[in-house]
């Protein structure tokens, strides 16, 4: 499938414009639909399964957008200063980007934190006729309570470095405060486009509370595939990447044109 690089602005309030780093994965033919994709926490575009995920929803019509949230990847900025406003910002300007280059986005879809991420920003895209979320949780609490036992200075002195995947961040208290008083649930009840939800009964980062959470409290219609045995990023059983990728593509074409 054809592949295309890209690289796009992002602007927050009171900062200068960030540039991102994106991939394109398009299908041979003109696209039957478009999707944005957001990665998880401390993760990039380019992990085995939303790699994956997006280049079979290519072969299946679907024109994918996944990109890089700011100081991760390719993309420009400082992690340490990004927080789950500037990933909303991120996506924001995704989305404009598909927009322009493409076509509106009709498919939305996020993991883990990119997941939250996706749903507290979802009802601002008009052209948006699903979302999907893998593993995401149903608070931002979470996280916080995982960063301070990874290394409790950041809460005693105001900043750290946490070691993730193997690979060390420095985070700043700000970061906590932000997703300590980010609401999410009010966002996910406030929800009414279809929404698909992945998680893994065995989670061992974001338990299948949370799932359980997404499906009692999402506005919309929704619908939960559990799966038994995937880890977080889905590496443990590979073949859940195919099956989740067949099955979005599934639902997305039984959905009303009109959302």
């Known amino acids: 499938m054809p592949v295309r690089r890209v690289q796009f602005d992002s602007v927050s309030a009171g900062a200068a414009p960030t540039s991102l780093a994106g991939i394109f994965d398009l299908p041979d033919e003109s696209p039957v639909a478009t999707a944005v994709f957001a990665h998880c926490f401390t993760c990039t575009k380019d992990i085995k399964a939303i790699a994956r995920i997006s280049r079979l929803l290519s072969r299946h019509g679907i024109a994918v957008l996944r990109f890089d949230f700011r100081g991760l990847g390719g993309s420009k900025g400082v992690f340490a200063d990004s927080n789950f406003l500037t990933n909303q910002d991120d996506i924001r300007a995704a989305v404009a980007f598909m927009s322009n280059e493409i076509a509106p986005p009709q498919l939305l879809i996020g993991h883990s934190l990119g997941g939250a991420a996706m749903m507290a920003t979802a009802p601002e895209f008009q052209s948006a006729r699903g979302l999907v979320t893998l593993a995401a949780p149903s608070d931002t609490t979470h996280l916080v309570q995982t960063l301070l036992r990874l290394n409790p200075a950041i809460g005693t002195e105001g900043q750290g470095d946490v070691v993730i995947g193997g690979m060390t961040h420095h985070v700043k208290q700000q970061m906590l405060d932000v997703l300590q008083n980010f609401d999410l649930p009010a ?69 009303p044109a009109d959302g």
């Open 187 to 255: 966002a996910i009840k406030k929800l009414t486009l279809p929404h698909l939800i992945f998680h893994s009964k065995v989670d061992q980062t974001v338990a299948i509370e949370h799932a359980h959470n997404l499906q009692d409290w999402t506005g919309g219609p929704n619908l939960l595939i559990t799966l038994g045995d995937s880890d977080h990023l889905f590496i443990e059983n590979p073949g859940d990447v195919r099956m989740i990728a067949d099955f979005i593509q599934a639902w997305f074409s039984g959905l």
